[in-house]
Nanobody, 121 residues
Framework: QVQLVESGGGLVQAGGSLTLSCTAS????????MGWYRQPPGKERELVAT???????NYADSLKGRFTISRGHANNMVNLQMSSLQPEDTAVYYC???????????????WGQGTQVTVST
């Protein structure tokens, strides 16, 4: 089994910064894309950013310039640096990873439990 564990969420004032981290563990042969999605209150889950194993990043257009995604040295970790946070960034943030769990080239999607980010005015 594969587990994704997120950390770093919390309460922050508007204009502040937070960094989220996510570590994948378990039966992992390799990881491909990792990333972050978020679900604001009363809305559907939406893309925040993804990053390939080679470091190619993709962002939601509305978040470019404020959010930065990066991979950890072991490549099973992904971080999200968030700056100039606004109340509309309030959401549950979910870590995502595409994982190869054996030598068979087959990729499986996994999600973390989510971490709450609340931005106050």
């Amino acid at each position: 089994q594969v587990q994704l564990v997120e950390s770093g969420g919390g309460l922050v004032q508007a204009g502040g910064s937070l960094t989220l981290s996510c570590t994948a563990s378990g039966t992992i042969f390799s990881t491909d894309v990792m990333g972050w999605y978020r679900q604001p209150p009363g809305k559907e889950r939406e893309l925040v950013a993804t990053i390939s194993s080679g470091g190619d990043a993709n962002y939601a257009d509305s978040l470019k310039g404020r959010f930065t995604i990066s991979r950890g040295h072991a490549n099973n970790m992904v971080n999200l640096q968030m700056s100039s946070l606004q109340p509309e960034d309030t959401a549950v943030y979910y870590c995502y990873a595409r994982v190869q769990i054996s030598a068979v080239k087959q990729w499986w999607p996994y999600w973390g439990q989510g971490t709450q980010v609340t931005v106050s005015t």
